[in-house]
């Protein structure tokens, strides 16, 4: 069973970066046609989808947030990141991982709550 958890600083201040990794057990990163996104949730809104990366290590954004995100991994440490810069109070959300095959998001981790505020 593939198991995420999120973690990283739940307060950015406006105009920084905001980093968030996701710690992936039970499975590998490298699993043929898995693929690991990041998703947020703002309060009182819907999800979503924020970009992914593959097993092999390609990656995919939103086109509304790809000028400000990357998705980066560490296979060492079974690991994916997620950073967005420049950071504004609407970027206030719960960002989970979730993973699955082919882009699916068959598993998901419990979120982390970031807000934005100086």
């Known amino acids: 069973q593939v198991q995420l958890q999120e973690s990283g600083p739940g307060l950015v201040k406006p105009s920084q970066t905001l980093s968030l990794i996701c710690t992936v057990s039970g499975g590998s990163i490298t699993t043929s046609y898995y693929a690991w996104s990041w998703i947020r949730q703002p309060p009182g809104k819907g999800l979503e989808w924020m970009g992914v990366?593959?097993?092999?290590?390609?990656?995919y954004y939103s086109p509304s947030l790809k000028s400000r995100t990357s998705i980066s991994r560490d296979t060492s440490k079974n690991q994916f990141s997620l950073h967005v810069s420049s950071v504004t109070p609407e970027d206030t959300a719960v960002y989970y991982c979730a993973a699955g095959p082919r882009g699916g998001w068959d598993y998901w981790g419990k979120g982390t709550l970031v807000t934005v505020s100086s």
């Open positions: 990366i593959a097993y092999e290590g390609s990656t």
